[in-house]
RNA sequence: GGCCCUAUCGUCUAGUCUGGUCAGGACACCGGCCUUUCACGCCGACGACGCGGGUUCAAAUCCCGCUGGGGUCACCA
């Protein structure tokens, strides 16, 4: 038996990634089969090569080793779906020979048009088939001529297509409701479904294990199965990770970057373990095991379908088992290898040298560069909210003004590249210049947001050094906490109160000295 | 909105196929014990079969309907 996980590389490692990679790693060690990576690379634009490694890298640290790959190789390669082109095309045109797909030349443009006259006739959008019946001939003519065109699928118009799938059953579609899915776009490159057909089968991949997101676009995989005439593989569809409030797991509610997981000292064996309880359980019941026990009893019929929530407090419960489970000398080791993994404590001896005198001081100024979200005191709280400019041409951050400039900066920072100092600063600026606020002003916030305190080793570094998934999970705490959930919305109302008192007894104070007067010190 | 999936404590789940155990466990929360503190640990409390029909001696479990939730409707995957 043979399965696969086909990420692909268009940003951080996700967290979906992680659990979908598990069920297949354990499916294919349980039957004594291989787990393939393929990455699925055919997005030219929105691809890269950071991505692809990041996500090497995250897996590798969950724990979750593949047997053949882009880096590994193997007898199926090559591995990354942006090499292996020239087949895609090839059977592509088996496929227009066979009349199972024809060339579309219908522009953006005209499909635009399409799909706006069928909203407005309260139909669902689906291509009008406008180049389906079009003259073998002149299709070839205006291809030969050099015009732009896409290959789609002629979908049956009549009967219905049977996905079989292993939790669920069948599940029956109207081939009429199918669209006519664009198989090779026109750069010449081909569409997810095509792509993941054809590597599919030629991979020999017997068992596709993916997420229920993929269900109502596995008919036209069906579909692209018969045309070829090869025997599809077994499909399973697994439940839809989600965020508190049931919705498909996402950045914007949840820390779905595997950086930040291992950023924020979660143990990868717990993380597994934690991965291992959604959706699924053990014949009895264990909530503790490991990778070797959950291959060993993997029963996928055991898969619950409900959409399983991402609850961070059973992980670090789950994590504090592995923790205390440790002998003492390798939880010390453990603890010590994480500290110094990727050199980080250079940089970060870099940054925090002016303020140890002693080596003693040490732990205490490198507090911020470690472990995952930070909880902000009472006094940081009035920072993020935003401090009292002392320059009257700008904007005085308040609870808005600042959650809006935070939400700006977590937009720039997750497209930054690189991920440099000289960057993240031009990012800041601009951020805080947008906002309107005094520049110390922003930078004060957001130093709070990232750091927890009002002083820190200097800011653009500690950004760098804290890296990428760590900045942007707290900077986006630091926004929710300012959007107000509950009572935090009347939390932010008496600290608003508080500092308009502190800017009035700010102001009588610069009154008082101007006008020579002598104030007494106030007791702290 | 159309289509598809789905439905047990706040959360993760067992039980559903093969009707009959006070619907069990875990996390969180709350209370207590232990303890110089904190944490761990231990004990306890709270807490669910979405609703309505039907089948049956008996329904969380089987059937139908409703409702709720989610996904999907791209030259992204």
Redesign the pocket.
């Known amino acids: 038996m043979r399965v696969r996980i086909?990420?692909?590389p268009?940003g951080a490692p996700h967290v979906g990634t992680a659990y979908i990679a598990l069920f297949n790693l354990a499916f294919a060690r349980h039957h004594g089969g291989q787990f393939v990576l393929r990455i699925?690379d055919?997005?030219q634009r929105?691809s890269s090569r950071e991505s692809e490694q990041a996500i090497f890298d995250s897996l590798r640290w969950c724990g979750l080793q593949w047997d053949e790959g882009p880096d590994v190789g193997g007898p199926f390669g090559p591995y990354r779906q942006s090499e292996r082109s020239a087949l895609y095309v090839t059977h592509c045109a088996q496929l227009v020979a066979r009349k199972r797909a024809y060339p579309c030349f219908?522009?953006?443009a005209r499909?635009d048009v399409v799909?706006e006259a069928q909203k407005a006739a309260?139909e669902?959008?689906?291509?009008d088939r406008h180049c389906r019946g079009m003259d073998a001939d002149e299709a070839q003519r205006r291809i030969d001529a050099g015009e732009?065109h896409?290959i789609r699928l002629a979908m049956p118009t009549d009967g219905a297509t049977t996905v079989p799938d292993a939790?669920?059953g069948a599940?029956?579609?109207?081939n009429h409701?199918v669209?006519d899915q664009?198989l090779l776009?026109?750069?010449g490159?081909?569409?997810?479904h095509l792509a993941n057909v054809v590597d599919d089968h030629l991979m020999e991949i017997t068992h596709v294990i993916r997420a229920?997101?993929?269900?109502?676009?596995t008919p036209k995989h069906v579909e692209l199965y018969d045309a070829f005439g090869w025997e599809p593989p077994v499909f399973i569809h697994m439940?839809?990770l989600?965020n508190?409030?049931?919705?498909?797991i996402s950045k914007r509610k949840n820390p779905v970057s595997l950086e930040y997981y291992q950023r924020a000292g979660i143990l990868p064996e717990a993380f597994l373990n934690f991965l291992s309880?959604?959706?699924?359980?053990m014949p009895d019941?264990r909530?503790f095991f490991s990778l070797a026990e959950f291959i060993a009893d993997l029963d996928l019929t055991?898969v619950?379908?409900?959409?399983?929530?991402f609850?961070l407090?059973?992980l670090e419960?789950i994590n504090?088992?592995y923790v205390?489970a440790m002998s003492p000398e390798l939880l010390g080791d453990r603890a010590q290898a994480w500290l110094t993994e990727e050199s980080r404590h250079h940089a970060v001896a870099e940054l925090v040298q002016d303020r140890v005198p002693t080596l003693a001081a040490w732990n205490a100024q490198i507090a911020m560069f470690y472990g995952g979200k930070v909880t902000w005191g009472d006094e940081a709280r009035h920072f993020l909210v935003g401090c009292s400019s002392r320059k009257k041409k700008s904007v005085r951050l308040d609870a808005k003004r600042s959650r809006a400039m935070f939400d700006d900066l977590i937009a720039r920072f997750e497209s930054l590249a690189p991920w440099h100092r000289t960057e993240i600063e031009a990012a800041l600026r601009a951020a805080v210049e947008l906002s309107g606020a005094q520049i110390g002003d922003g930078f004060m916030a957001v130093r709070v947001a990232i750091s927890g305190s009002t002083a820190s080793p200097p800011l653009f570094e500690s950004i760098e050094t804290l890296g990428r998934a760590v900045a942007v999970v707290r900077l986006r705490a630091a926004s929710d906490w300012l959007r107000g959930k509950g009572h935090l919305n009347d939390e932010i109302v008496t600290i608003e109160k508080q500092l308009a008192a502190l800017r009035l007894t700010q102001e009588r104070l610069a009154e008082a000295q101007a006008a020579g007067g002598r104030i007494a010190p106030t007791e702290q």
């Open positions: 086909a990420p692909s268009t699925e055919t997005d929105r219908c522009s953006a499909l799909r309260g669902d959008w689906r291509y732009t896409v939790l669920r599940v029956i579609y109207e409701r669209d664009i776009k026109s750069d490159l081909p569409t997810y229920e997101e993929w269900i109502n676009s439940p839809l989600r508190a409030d049931k919705s498909k309880l959604l959706g699924y359980s019941e909530d055991r619950s379908l409900g959409g399983p929530v609850d407090a059973k419960h504090g088992l205390r």
